[in-house]
C-alpha cells in the first residue's frame, strides 16, 4: 500500500514538472507580436491614467527624478528587468497561472488568478518585513498595495492574452522604472 502511494506522488509529481516544463517553454518562446505591443501601451496607458493620479494625490509619490548618474541609471534598468519583472513574471505569472495553450475555462482561470493575485500583493509586505527592511514603510503602504494589485492585474491580463513571458515583464518593468527615476520611488526605497 505504502508503495502505491509512493509511486501515484512520483506521477503526479512527474507531471507537475510536465506542466512546468511546458509553462515555461511555451512563455518563454512566445514571441510579442505586433498586438501585443498594442496591448503594452494599452495596459500602461490604464495603469498611468488610474495610478498617477492615485499616487500623486495620496502623497505616496511626487514628480520626482532620480538623482543618479547615466551609468547607474543604466545599471538600474537592468537590475529591474532582471528583478523584479523577468524573475517575478515567471513566477507569479508563467509558473503559476494556466498558459493560454492549456484547456482551461475563464472561470477556472479566474479561480485560478485571483489567489495568485493575492499571493504576488501579499509578498511585497512580506518582503518588506525580512529580505527589504528599508522597504517596509512603502511595502506596507495601503496605496501602494492598491496599485500593486492593479499591476499584478494587468500583468495577468498581458499573460493570458499574449502567452508569452516577455509581454508582462515589459510592462512590470515599465511601471517599476517609471516609479523609480520619474515618481521619487528611488529616493523612497533607499532613505
Given at each position: ?8 506522488c ?7 514538472l ?12 512566445t514571441r ?16 498611468g491614467l ?33 528583478f ?11 509558473l ?16 485560478i ?30 496605496v ?5 494589485t492593479?499591476?499584478g492585474?494587468?500583468?495577468m ?17 515599465a ?17
Open positions: 500500500m505504502g508503495h502505491k502511494v509512493c509511486r501515484s512520483q506521477l503526479r509529481f512527474g507531471t507537475l510536465t506542466l512546468l516544463r511546458h509553462r515555461l517553454v511555451k512563455a518563454a518562446t510579442p507580436t505586433i498586438q501585443d505591443g498594442v496591448l503594452i501601451a494599452q495596459l500602461l496607458g490604464i495603469y488610474v495610478a498617477i493620479p492615485i499616487a500623486l494625490t495620496s502623497g505616496l509619490t511626487t514628480v520626482e527624478l532620480a538623482d543618479l548618474t547615466w551609468t547607474k541609471r543604466g545599471l538600474l534598468l537592468i537590475r529591474v528587468w532582471l523584479p519583472a523577468f524573475i517575478e513574471e515567471g513566477v507569479w505569472r508563467v503559476l497561472l494556466p498558459h493560454k495553450t492549456e484547456r482551461i475555462s475563464d472561470r477556472r482561470r479566474w479561480l488568478g485571483l489567489p495568485v493575485l493575492v499571493l504576488f500583493v501579499s509578498m511585497h509586505p512580506l518582503n518588506g518585513v525580512t529580505l527589504y527592511t528599508s522597504a517596509f514603510g512603502i511595502f506596507t503602504n495601503p501602494f498595495l492598491c496599485l500593486t492593479l499591476l492585474l494587468i500583468c491580463i498581458a499573460y493570458w492574452r499574449s502567452g508569452s513571458w516577455w509581454v508582462p515583464t515589459i510592462v512590470h518593468w511601471i517599476v522604472v517609471v516609479w523609480l527615476l520619474g515618481f521619487g520611488g528611488y529616493g523612497q526605497l533607499h532613505n
